[in-house]
Structures are given as structure tokens and as C-alpha cells.
């Protein structure tokens, strides 16, 4: 199992940015895939993710304002798209895979990207 972010960057606060999870080595239509992000000296927190059969859900209602994961069965990708960006969004992003569904244990979920960087100025 191979998953690839790709799409992050240095942005200004109040951007919008998509992030890319590019996946391999998997039945795509079997496996949902989680947005996480983490922070220097912060613990990893999940930030949104989608489901085998396409349903976007959230760990915290902190994160259903400006984050979306979307998936696109053609690409093998999920999407992470957050909009208003704040300083505080300075995290690495990951995206990871789990069988079928949004588990609220993170360790569900199984196969994990090497992260991609997003960092936020004001």
C-alpha cells in the first residue's frame, strides 16, 4: 500500500488549498482515507475523512467549517480542501488508510503517507 500527499505549501492566512492523497497497492473502493494533521509538539488530531462508499465525516465539529475530504474513484485520490486559512492550520497533513470505515481509533487505520507540509503566515 503506497499513499502519496502532494499540494502542500507556504499560503497566506485567509487562502484557500487542496491537498492530494494519491493511492496505490489497495482496492480503493474497499479502504476510507482520513485527513490528519500534526503540529510541532502537538499530538496528531484528525481532520476530516471519507468513507469506502463516498460519506465525508469529522472527528470534531471544530473541523466541519472549512475542511472537506472528497474522494475521486478515477484518480484512486482523496482531496483535502480547506478553506480561510489560519497560522494555526501550520501542520504537517497526513492521509492514512482503514478498512471501509471512519474509525474514531485512529489506530484503524493501517497504511499512512509520509505527510505533506502546510504552513500558514498572517
Known amino acids: 500500500v503506497q499513499l502519496v500527499e502532494s499540494g502542500g505549501g507556504l499560503v497566506q492566512a485567509g487562502e484557500s488549498l487542496r491537498l492530494s492523497c494519491a493511492a496505490s497497492g489497495l482496492s480503493f473502493g474497499a479502504y476510507a482515507i482520513g485527513w490528519f494533521r500534526q503540529a510541532p509538539g502537538k499530538e496528531r488530531e484528525g481532520v476530516s475523512c471519507v468513507t469506502s462508499n463516498g460519506k465525508t465525516t469529522y472527528w470534531a465539529d471544530s473541523m466541519k467549517d472549512r475542511f472537506t475530504a472528497v474522494r475521486d474513484s478515477a484518480s484512486r485520490t482523496v482531496f483535502l480542501e480547506i478553506d480561510k486559512l489560519k497560522p494555526e492550520d501550520t501542520a504537517v497533513y497526513f492521509c492514512?488508510?482503514?478498512?471501509?470505515?471512519?474509525?474514531?481509533?485512529?489506530?484503524?487505520?493501517?497504511?499512512w503517507g509520509q505527510g505533506t507540509q502546510v504552513t500558514v503566515s498572517s
Open positions: 492514512a488508510a482503514a478498512n471501509r470505515w471512519c474509525y474514531s481509533n485512529y489506530g484503524a487505520f493501517d497504511d
